[in-house]
């Protein structure tokens, strides 16, 4: 698990593959923690739709994004879009391996079934 600030979850999250230095990481990494939050409902919708677009060679259209509070996310068979669905952030859209946000994501909704049991 990535590193804690005490409690039951990581304040960073962390996937097999996952590498801190790749700004794509980083981002998937924000999104985790500032989207997908502690939700398992939220970490399976996402990943669903990951899978659905993942096995098909359709081109992304806009109604097919994952709006969300900070970013948004547009996913294809093997490159996936994060970029802030505020735009006056300031903060440019993040390309990221569709295969790497699956990791992550799944890897979250492990870590939220852990701590759910432990309870």
Known sequence: MGESLGGPYSAVP??????????GHARI???LVLDIQ??????????????????TADPVLPEDDIVMNAY??????????????IDDTGEAPVAVHTADLLAAVERRIADIG???SGR
């Open 29 to 31: 990494t924000a999104f």
């Open 114 to 116: 852990t701590v759910w």
């Open 38 to 55: 502690q939700s398992r409902e939220k970490a399976e919708y996402v990943r669903n739709r990951i899978i659905s677009q993942v096995g």
């Open 14 to 23: 962390d996937w097999p593959g996952r590498d801190a230095s790749d700004i």
């Open 72 to 85: 948004s996310v547009s996913i294809g068979p093997v490159t996936s879009v994060i970029e802030p669905t």
